[in-house]
């Protein structure tokens, strides 16, 4: 049976990741082009820089929940057998779709508080144009919803895992070769 304290921990974790994720995409860093005081230059002025913040916290969270689940099945590859059928085979699937959706969500969470942390200091004279690079819209969006699809898929992943496992009983019969009379 699988734990339901296991269970309960990681689902707080990623909603935990998911709520952080989901805040760092409205709070986003944007910019606004400022004019100095005698209007000989113009520079970007960036406003709060919370949201790389939220989504490292958001990636730390989803990484902590992987942690659980994958030290609690042991990896899918170390301990005792699972036992064959349809549990073990919706482990497997389910553990690769895992990896492959914690794999995307940490990347958007890692790349979009770098590229949200990033701001430029360059200034352009007279009337040259001015960029103010951001974040993209829809970079943390991206990292809640695998964020979302990773919590839903390693609780169930666990289940099927702990199904199978508990499934398992080894063979406690004579495996030798018998050497008596033929009878």
């Given at each position: ?9 990681v ?51 989803l ?6 689940i ?12 699972l ?25 958007c ?16 004279f ?5 960029d ?36 398992f ?15």
């Amino acid at each position: 049976m699988a734990s339901k304290l296991l269970l309960v921990t990681v689902f707080i974790f990623d909603l935990i990741a998911f709520g952080l994720a989901v805040a760092a995409e409205q709070r986003r860093s944007t910019a606004k082009i400022h004019a100095d005081s005698e209007n000989y230059y113009n520079y970007c002025i960036y406003d709060s820089d919370i949201a790389s913040g939220y989504g490292v916290g958001a990636f730390l969270f989803l990484l902590a929940s992987q942690v659980l689940i994958m030290f609690a099945s042991k990896c899918f590859c170390c301990g005792k057998p699972l036992s064959p059928g349809g549990s073990r085979a919706c482990a497997v699937i389910l553990f690769i779709t895992c990896w492959v959706f914690f794999f995307i969500a940490e990347i958007c969470l890692f790349a979009g508080s770098i590229r949200n942390a990033y701001h430029t200091r360059y200034r352009n004279f007279f009337t040259e144009s001015l960029d103010c690079p951001s974040l993209r819209k829809g970079v943390f969006a991206a990292g809640a919803s695998f964020t979302l699809f990773t919590a839903i898929v390693s609780e169930f992943y666990y289940v099927c895992y702990s199904k199978a496992r508990d499934n398992f009983h080894s063979y406690s019969g004579d495996a030798g070769v018998g050497m008596g009379t033929y009878k």
